[in-house]
Antibody
Framework: EVQLVESGGNWVQPGGSLRLSCFASGFTFNTYSMHWVRRAPGKGLEYVSSITSDGANTHYADSVKGRFTISRDNSRNTLWLQMNSLTFEDTALYYC?????????????WGQGTLVTVSS | SYELTQPPSVSVSPGQTARITCSGDALPKKYAYWYQQKSGQAPVLVIYDDTIRPSGIPEKFSGSSSGTMVTLTISGAQVEDEADYYCFSSDSIGNDVVFGGGTRLTVL
């Protein structure tokens, strides 16, 4: 059974930093791209970032480019999202997501999410 | 940046067919995906590659594509199908991936 367990969400002041983690199990982690998706209160789903199976290539939404960094350790089945220079607009539930089968970017399994609150 | 457009809300009576549309310029060339998100739960993939239903998703869910529009159809919608539904796809060169704004389905 595929399981994705996020952690690291917390309250942080504007300008602060947080590091989210996601531990994956139930599938061959090193063969799938992985992603982060978020949902802010009262808003819809928003794509955040992706990383290829080998960690060689990454992609970011314009809204987080230059502030967030996605990374992974295939030996530990773990995905991270380093978030710097956080703003109020980054307040959201952040989901760790597994890519589906095939070459296209889409999401077939989601974690339960970890909550990031940016507030003064 | 690329955009996918969905109606904010759709409402049907129990047992009726609900249709949720999603329009985008690249949809003739790129597959669309549909996600269901019930209140307090993580999203669930209900349709991939425009028309394919993942294992475990009820047959009541189906997807179709025509030109720049894709449609999620829920046949015989019930109260338990009330949720936010999102389409997802990419721009024509695959650089940008994006969700539609979401459609809240009400069954009452």
């Amino acid at each position: 059974e595929v399981q994705l367990v996020e952690s690291g969400g917390n309250w942080v002041q504007p300008g602060g930093s947080l590091r989210l983690s996601c531990f994956a199990s139930g599938f061959t982690f090193n063969t799938y791209s992985m992603h982060w998706v978020r949902r802010a209160p009262g808003k819809g789903l928003e794509y955040v970032s992706s990383i290829t199976s080998d960690g060689a290539n990454t992609h970011y939404a314009d809204s987080v480019k230059g502030r967030f960094t996605i990374s992974r350790d295939n030996s530990r089945n773990t995905l991270w999202l380093q978030m710097n220079s956080l703003t109020f607009e980054d307040t959201a539930l952040y989901y760790c997501v597994k890519n589906g089968h095939g070459s296209g970017t889409y999401f077939d399994y989601w974690g339960q999410g970890t909550l990031v609150t940016v507030s003064s | 940046s690329y955009e996918l457009t969905q109606p904010p809300s759709v409402s049907v009576s129990p047992g009726q067919t609900a249709r949720i549309t999603c329009s985008g310029d690249a949809l003739p060339k790129k597959y669309a995906y549909w996600y269901q998100q019930k209140s307090g739960q993580a999203p669930v993939l209900v349709i991939y590659d425009d028309t394919i239903r993942p294992s475990g998703i009820p047959e009541k869910f189906s997807g179709s594509s025509s030109g720049t529009m894709v449609t999620l159809t829920i046949s015989g919608a019930q109260v338990e199908d009330e949720a936010d539904y999102y389409c997802f796809s990419s721009d024509s060169i695959g650089n940008d991936v994006v969700f539609g704004g979401g459609t809240r389905l009400t069954v009452l």
